[in-house]
């Protein structure tokens, strides 16, 4: 085999969706990649940390499938829903705390909701950059950095190619993990007690905020990667998996999975580098 191209990826947030990029990682292991830079938003920054460590496919998998998402929730309704302090005792063993000592260069995305505009870590603390790119509207709250208030990164950037180039990649493969899905809920007629209190989706407030929102971050993304133009984008199907849907971590594995060797065709033409 002729010398391999640098090839980066573009870890798009999607909540529970994300661990798909196990399933695109371990491909990609199979086919001799090791990434030149990992960006990542949201869900996609902490897969990203992962991997830019150096651990595995099947060793992250393995982790998770040992380990209840419920430990990583704060169930004290006036709080965050996350348990940060928590998420950090899991992550310490597994990734350096300086983004600039990862061993693949490593890109997080946050917003910053005080200007409008998108910040990018590539170096300080991995933990403070995890914890503003994750910092989902409605489910977790922003944090300050410095005279910045930081939140999910997938509001502006929801696959940050152009943070991957600017790590040094000359190819770059994204992995979008936010299909919009038809909502299976339909108009019908409802009974007298679903009349009488309203229920169903659009008298869910709480429901509809995250509905709006992953919206407005798919049509942004499609915008920003037709701009991009990344060299792939694979979408795994995802079919049924929501934001929070932590418990279906072997399906979206596997949905990962076939999505990148449905394209392995176009991954080693990625990978190969041109006769001289």
Not at 2 to 9: D, N, S, T
Not at 144 to 167: E, K, S, T
């Amino acid at each position: 085999m002729g010398e391999q191209r640098r090839v980066g990826l573009a870890l798009g947030g999607g909540g529970a969706r994300g661990y798909a990029h196990i399933g695109v990682m371990r491909v990609l292991e199979r086919e001799g990649l090791r990434p030149a830079a990992i960006a990542g938003t949201s869900m996609g920054s902490l897969m990203g940390a992962v991997f830019a460590a150096g651990h595995r496919a099947d060793e992250v998998q393995e982790l998770l499938s040992r380990t209840s998402f419920w430990r990583f929730l704060d169930l004290n309704p006036f709080d965050d829903m996350l348990n940060f302090s928590e998420l950090v005792r899991f992550l310490e063993p597994l990734i350096p705390r300086r983004i600039e000592d990862f061993p693949i260069p490593l890109g997080i995305t946050a917003t910053d909701l005080i200007t409008g505009t998108e910040v990018y870590f590539c170096r300080g603390d991995v933990f403070q950059a995890i914890r503003a790119s994750i910092a989902y509207p409605g489910a977790i709250n922003p944090i300050w950095v410095d005279h910045q208030l930081l939140a999910d990164g997938g509001i502006l950037n929801q696959i940050p190619v152009d943070l991957v180039r600017f790590l040094g990649a000359e190819r770059v493969i994204a992995v979008d993990v936010t299909p919009l899905q038809v909502l299976r809920e339909q108009p019908q007629k409802k009974s007298w007690w679903a009349q009488i209190f309203r229920r169903g989706m659009e008298a869910n407030p709480v429901q509809n905020v995250y509905r709006a929102v992953e919206i407005m971050q798919i049509r942004l993304a499609e915008v920003k990667l037709a701009v991009a133009r990344p060299d792939l984008v694979l979408r795994p199907k995802l079919e049924g998996i929501g934001l929070f849907s932590f418990q279906q971590l072997e399906q979206a594995i596997k949905d990962g999975e076939a999505a990148a060797e449905a394209a392995l065709e176009a991954i080693r033409e990625l990978i190969q580098a041109e006769e001289p």
